[in-house]
Each structure stands twice: as structure tokens, then as C-alpha cells.
């Protein structure tokens, strides 16, 4: 049973306009999430995060927005750039584990 | 330069053998993991450890063997018994306290194909 879920496989996204990509989560215990970047043949690196005790957190161009009645949360990157396209994934905490989704493969078009 | 160094990049090994992937870290983290990414998929948890001489399974353990002797280091071995050991394979650390330290970060992974 995935408690992370992620259902955009992919999304594509015009240069210059917003990409938002979505996680659902199941379990309420959760009490921290991040979001990592992947590009093929490397590591993830990780790229923001949000308490549960928040609603909301931003770096740069990037924002999280975290919906606990939901249980759901959403990366926004505004305006989206070349460089971003990649797979992004959602991961929630579990004590000292951290719970991943499927990711999605987000494309930027020129 | 503090990291997560994982060797080799890419790794041949012919069906029926073991073969020991390495991970080592210099973030003087206490918690290490390993997990294996499949085409397509996330990343599943293979095993993890939170501190020396003391591993856990996560969700896919069979057919693979750790060792924690080493703070900074945490080899894992795909044993022959590994069905479909063919996958990118990925280390990652964390300072394994709450709230930031949940953040781990990662290798720049291992990729092991099986002839």
C-alpha cells in the first residue's frame, strides 16, 4: 500500500510559466516532508522541505504548500527554467525512515 | 568536501556471483541507507542504519547483506539469491535527528548489470 503517492507520471510545462506537481500522502503521522530533483544516473538531490506545523515554505522559486486536512502537497516552481526538467519526488517522513513516491518527470518546453 | 562517494559507477557481475557495491561518507552522519531504483520507479529502501554495528531490512532486503562496522562507511552486497539484481543503486546519509536531519542526502549511485 504506497502512503506516498505521486499520480502525474510526467508533466510538460511551457518555459517561463508555473510547474506545479502534486503528492498525496496517507498516513496522518507524517510530520515532515521534502521534495528531492533527480537527473538520469545520479544521486537526488534535495531541493526544499516543510514541517507539518506549516502550511507553507519557500526558497527562491521554489514553494511548498502543505494541505493537512487534504493530506496533500504541492511543489511550485515559478517561472519554470530549462535546467528544471528532471523527475521530482515527494518524500514524507517516518521517524528516521523517509517514505518516497513514484516521482514525476517534469519536462520544460523551449 | 564533506559527501557520499559510492563506488564503482557501473558494475558487471555474471549471474550466480555476489558482488559488494561501496558507500562511504564523510558528514559524519550517524544514519545510512541504500536503495534500489528499477526504470520507471522510486526508490525502494533495501536496508538502513542508524547507527554503527545496528542495521534494520526495509521493504526489499531479500538477496542482499549489509555491514555497519564504520560510522562513515556501509557496504552492500548482492548476493546471488538477489532474483532481478540488475537496478541503479543509490546511498544515501542523514543526521537522523527530527526536522532537518531528516534531509539525506545521496551518492551519485551504482549502477550493476547482470550478464
Known amino acids: 500500500d504506497q502512503q506516498v503517492k505521486q499520480n502525474s507520471p510526467s508533466l510538460s510545462v511551457q518555459e517561463g510559466r508555473i510547474s506545479i506537481l502534486n503528492c498525496d500522502y496517507t498516513?496522518?503521522?507524517?510530520?515532515?516532508f521534502l521534495w528531492y530533483k533527480k537527473y538520469p544516473a545520479e544521486g537526488p538531490t534535495f531541493l526544499i522541505s516543510?514541517?507539518?506545523i506549516k502550511d507553507k515554505n519557500e526558497d527562491g522559486r521554489f514553494t511548498v504548500f502543505l494541505n493537512k486536512s487534504a493530506k496533500h502537497l504541492s511543489l511550485h516552481i515559478v517561472p519554470s527554467q530549462p535546467g528544471d526538467s528532471a523527475v521530482y519526488f515527494c518524500?514524507?517522513?517516518?521517524?528516521?525512515?523517509?517514505?518516497w513516491g513514484a516521482g514525476t518527470k517534469l519536462i520544460i518546453k523551449p | 568536501d564533506g559527501g557520499i562517494t559510492q563506488s564503482p559507477k557501473y558494475l558487471f557481475r555474471k549471474e550466480g556471483q555476489n558482488v559488494t557495491l561501496s558507500c562511504e561518507q564523510n558528514?559524519?552522519?550517524?544514519?545510512m541507507y541504500w536503495y534500489r531504483q528499477d526504470p520507471g520507479q522510486g526508490l525502494r529502501l533495501i536496508y538502513y542504519?542508524?547507527?554503527?554495528?545496528?542495521?534494520q531490512k526495509g521493504d526489499i532486503a531479500e538477496g542482499y547483506s549489509v555491514s555497519r562496522e564504520k560510522k562513515e562507511s556501509f557496504p552492500l552486497t548482492v548476493t546471488s539469491a538477489q532474483k532481478n539484481p540488475t537496478a541503479f543503486y543509490l546511498c544515501?546519509?542523514?543526521?537522523?535527528?527530527?526536522?532537518?536531519?531528516?534531509?539525506?542526502?545521496f551518492g551519485p549511485g551504482t549502477r550493476l548489470t547482470v550478464l
Open positions: 544515501a546519509s542523514s543526521s537522523g535527528t527530527r526536522g532537518a536531519g531528516y534531509e539525506q542526502f
Open positions: 558528514l559524519n552522519h550517524d544514519a
Open positions: 542504519s542508524q547507527i554503527v554495528n545496528d542495521f
Open positions: 498516513n496522518s503521522m507524517f510530520d515532515y
Open positions: 516543510i514541517s507539518s
Open positions: 518524500a514524507a517522513s517516518d521517524y528516521y525512515q523517509l517514505i
